[in-house]
T-cell receptor, first 112, second 117 residues
């Protein structure tokens, strides 16, 4: 049973607009969350992370929001660019655990 | 820059063959992982290792084994390949967790697309 869920398999957004990717988790022991980006024929690359002691973390165009009570996090990309077209994976881990649980991924397509 | 390399980008094997997938990292990471990626299922952990000669089962270890004889190298073995093992295989590595520091970012290799006929 997947503990990390990305319920939207795909997202299409116009260049310059905001992309919002959502992720839900079921394990209340998770305390660290990461987003990875993956291009075809390449391995995933780390994008941004957030610890459970925070509710927001920002890095340039990328912001991750965490709502612990709802067990929900989201990734905002503003503004979206054509190079952002990729698959985005949400991942989570518990305290003292170096294993990551991944969601199924969301394919983002940025239209010119 | 962390570099994780995998021995093959594409591999085609026949049912029943023994298959070896090799992974090498150059950052002296203690932890290494093998995942498979399938559409709609994301990345699923097969096996991981937190030290030389140490290994632990992940979520889907059936039909696979691993070997870690050296710190930098982690091998995934399909003892008798089957068609349901056709997938993208991804290797990753990371530092161990440090007391008071939460940063378990994993660094991934480019993946091996395995097709079993």
């Amino acid at each position: 049973d997947q503990q990390v869920k990305q319920n939207s398999p795909s997202l299409s957004v116009q260049e310059g607009r905001i992309s919002i990717l959502n992720c839900d988790y079921t394990n209340s022991m998770f305390d660290y969350f990461l987003w990875y980006k993956k291009y075809p024929a390449e391995g995933p690359t780390f994008l941004i992370s957030i610890s459970s002691i925070k509710d927001k973390n920002e890095d340039g165009r990328f912001t991750v929001f965490l709502n612990k009570s709802a067990k929900h996090l989201s990734l905002h990309i503003v503004p979206s660019q054509p190079g952002d077209s990729a698959v985005y994976f949400c991942a989570a881990s518990g305290a003292n655990d170096y294993k990551l649980s991944f969601g199924a991924g969301t394919t983002v397509t940025v239209r010119a | 820059d962390v570099k994780v390399t995998q021995s093959s980008r594409y591999l085609v094997k026949r049912t029943g063959e023994k298959v070896f997938l090799e992974c090498v990292q150059d950052m002296d990471h203690e932890n290494m992982f093998w995942y498979r990626q399938d559409p709609g299922l994301g990345l699923r952990l097969i096996y991981f290792s937190y030290d030389v000669k140490m290994k632990e089962k992940g979520d889907i270890p059936e039909g696979y084994s691993v070997s870690r004889e050296k710190k930098e190298r982690f091998s995934l073995i399909l003892e008798s390949a089957s068609t349901n093992q056709t997938s993208m295989y991804l290797c990753a590595s990371s530092f161990p967790l440090l007391a008071g520091v939460k940063d378990n970012e994993q660094f991934f290799g480019p993946g091996t697309r395995l097709t079993v006929l």
